[in-house]
């Protein structure tokens, strides 16, 4: 089974400039996370998605930062425009809303760094 | 208050040793409870599920105290690849994960 497609892996822009991140979730998995990760921290959850819908965005910095899954599948994460501070991973996970105990998997991250 | 709290380490141990670290919840409705597994620049993976009535895979124990909310995780016998960031993760209503700081590892030789 396919895992949780991101891309790019790394990406490197400077401040003011904006940047996208694409995500690509398991088949099937109809909960699609965007975290965002800071060297040393736990992934801070930054949108959630159950299928096209958001269930919770109350992290994301509005004014700069913008999601969307248009067809309920794929996502993009947006950054506009990039502060030196959204230098982080940027996660994707997905996850099927089974039982109680079913839990997320990760994509492999993109890596930003903001000059 | 953070929903989830570990100590974040290092634990330095040396092969073979046994090491426990331990993870607190705030919300007593939490539904379920893992331990997942991060190496440096890397995703994270799951470890191990944790039952209210404890389990066990290989060297790994893992367990549960509802009443005192907190999470532990045991590695027995550990290995140089052992070696990683253990992260505390905690699953609310409506497939909502809170993640704890993370606990990093160090197993030397």
């Known amino acids: 089974e396919a895992g949780v497609a991101q891309s790019p892996r790394y990406k490197i822009i400077e401040k003011r400039q904006s940047v996208a991140f694409w995500c690509n979730p398991i088949s099937g998995h109809a909960t699609l996370y965007w975290y965002q990760q800071i060297l040393g921290q736990g992934p801070k959850l930054l949108i959630q998605f159950q299928n096209n819908g958001v269930v919770d965005d109350s992290q994301l910095p509005k004014d700069r930062f913008s999601a969307e899954r248009l067809k309920g599948v794929d996502s993009t994460l947006k950054i506009q425009p990039a502060k030196l501070e959204d230098s982080a991973v940027y996660l994707c996970?997905?996850?099927?809303?089974?039982?109680?105990?079913?839990?997320?998997?990760f994509g492999p991250g993109t890596r930003l760094t903001v000059l | 208050r953070k929903e989830v709290e570990q100590d974040p380490g290092p634990f330095n141990v040396p092969e073979g040793a046994t090491v426990a670290f331990n993870c607190t919840y705030s919300n007593s409705a939490s539904q379920s409870f893992f331990w997942y597994r991060q190496d440096c620049r890397k995703e994270p993976k799951l470890l191990m599920s944790v039952y209210s009535s404890g389990n066990e895979d290989g060297r790994f124990t893992a367990q549960l105290n509802r009443a005192s909310q907190y999470i532990s995780l045991l590695i027995r016998d550990s290995k140089l690849s052992d070696s990683a960031t253990y992260l505390c993760?905690?699953?609310?209503?409506?497939?909502?994960?809170?993640f704890g700081s993370g606990t990093k590892l160090n197993v030397k030789p």
């Open positions: 996970a997905s996850s099927f809303p089974g039982t109680a105990t079913d839990t997320q998997y």
């Open positions: 993760v905690v699953k609310h209503n409506f497939n909502k994960f809170y």
